[in-house]
């Protein structure tokens, strides 16, 4: 396994840290730059990385896609661009692409920044009840039926083109995974929606971005699900919650529900090798009222995360 980091698509304080960290690995998020889907940018991406001494493993970004998950006119235009995404990550060498099928307004949603955890550090948290008194969402009537049918259609489109690339297709689950968020309907949000997508199209490139605190949240056995899709898995998130996919906290990663020892086992005994990140780290102190601190995903948290992932790997190895 390979634990890595989430970093900007350019070189800051993050970079040097990752490194001190003796990582060599990297997750890049484009946080809305337009058009970095395109080869170009990818690989000077890539090569700065490179340059840093990171090799650029992971994509963890999606271009606009709300036509295609709504099944609208202008969808293959959309689809289009996923595509040209997925060659030109093949061509520069980057091998994991992280993506959503959840229409975007309605993505990971919380209700909570500020939820005390040990020594004060602050957590996020969500509750559905008071999520959905918002109004509802201008796609809401859009039935479940065609939201399948919908994303068959974009599988049916991009599963050739990655495997013709050479690039995983690793699919996050939907972020609350409740079954609708303000009259959306949300498909990946079980176990069992889990697998009747990846048996929609059966190629070792179509495969999941494993959150391990979605699927505590769903109520699975973490363990016995990374056992269940083994090889499909591409790339993981490493965190745990306190709660049901209704109603959770965001934990420090040894203190949720999950048995973060038994999950590292877990990935062991299946044979994945790819890359692991921490997430959703609680703020710590200097963290806790800045504005440029993002909840999820502060420097203190990941590096206590960090060690906490090395340790366990370091003991899984030595079983």
Known sequence: MD????????????????????????????????????????????????????????????????????????????????????????????DVYCWVWTENPVGVLRTSDSVRLRGDSRTTAYDHAQSERAPEHPAAGISEAELWENLDYFLEEVVPVAEEAGVKLALHPDDPPVESVRGVPRLVNSVENVQRILDLHDSPNHGLTFCQGN??????????????????????????????????????HEEGQTDMLAAMEAYR????????RPDHVPRMLGEEDREDAMSGYTDTGRLFAIGYMKGLLERVDGE
């Open 3 to 94: 634990t890595t980091w989430m970093l900007p698509p350019r070189p800051d304080r993050r970079w040097t840290i990752a490194r001190q960290l003796g990582l060599s690995t990297a997750v890049v998020r484009f946080w809305g730059e337009e058009e970095w889907w395109t080869y170009d940018s990818l690989l000077r991406t890539r090569n700065r990385f490179a340059d840093h001494g990171l090799s650029l493993d992971v994509v963890e970004d999606r271009p606009p896609m709300t036509r295609t998950v709504l099944g609208e006119a202008g969808r293959d235009e959309e689809i289009a661009t996923v595509k040209r995404l997925l060659r030109n990550m093949g061509e520069v060498g980057i």
């Open 215 to 252: 699927f505590s949240a769903m109520g699975a056995d973490v363990p016995e699900a990374i056992r269940r899709f083994g090889d499909r898995i591409h790339f993981v998130h490493f965190r745990d919650v306190e709660g049901t996919a209704e109603e959770f906290v965001e934990t420090w």
């Open 269 to 276: 005994d299946v044979g994945f090798d790819g890359p692991i």
